[in-house]
């Protein structure tokens, strides 16, 4: 037995094992689920991404074993199609076994013969094509001829989509960001000459906005210094705590290095800017996921962030923090 079909059938029994335990078991837990449920397609990914590139290995092991070769193409064409098409019959299972996990009006059980016949079917042309004396009566071409035909359906398909998807709004993406380095340069010195011209007092959300983690560097390092040269920064960004816009003075926090004195003077104002914003979660009904998501991460970082600025202040954001996490943790995500 060639190297190339050793390999080839190693991959074959690796993919076996991850289709028959793991990606098996995800269907059967979500077999009777009847609302979606969080979590599902990232577990799938898990699970499908390293099946399907063990099956392109194996198809690699078929088509240098010339399993392919009736398609009188050259040989690094049909690697190059024999892995192309693969991938794209991995990105038609995912699409199945996402549909399969939001149940809606469609019944589950449509989806489950399309995904086992598409896992069986590519791993007995691999099988077949690396060990053809497993089956001396039967021609390689009664699985191999369906599967080549599906899987070429499944990479026009993909083809299509991605072009499709391209036109629609990969050109200006591609566009945006091209301008975006063209003028990157120009474009933070004429940030850092505005920063210059901004009054500490009358452009303090601006500033502060500046000066966050988000930013460039030097944009922060000088939106910082043009806040600290007003002589009551102090006192204008304890009024901002207070009752101003939580997130750019919060965020200031974790950006700016605090001395003991304006710690123990900012740690209660920090804690009831915090008050405010976990005050204002929505409820898991009245928000998307998206956005629980995206409250929870900058939450959860702030909080981190708090609590050890302020651990010598005597300030307790352990009871605040506990409130966050039961307003918009993993928990309500996933019920939304």
Partial sequence: MSRHQVIGNVCVALAALIFLLPLRKLLRVYAHEKRYVNGGERAALFILIPLWLLLVGAL???????????????RPTLYALSAAATLALGVASFGLVAFFL????????????????????????????LNPQLAPGVSPQVIRLPWTLGAALSLLACIGLGGYLLARSGRRSVTHFVRQLRHRGPAEREVLAKISTLDPQADLSELLGRATRYAARGVREAAIARLRSHPQFLEMLTAELESGHVEPAVTFLE???LTAHEKKLLARPARRAMERWVDRIPAPNYTTKKHLNRMHQWGAAMFRVLKETFADTGVDFDALSADFEARCGPTKRRDN
């Fill in 60 to 74: 690699l092991g078929v088509t240098a074993s010339g399993g392919f070769d009736w398609l009188r193409l050259g």
């Fill in 102 to 129: 939001r149940p809606g009006f469609i019944p589950q059980g449509v989806f489950l013969p399309p995904i086992y016949c598409i896992f069986i079917a590519t791993m007995l042309v691999a099988v077949l094509g």
């Fill in 255 to 257: 950006c700016a290095t």
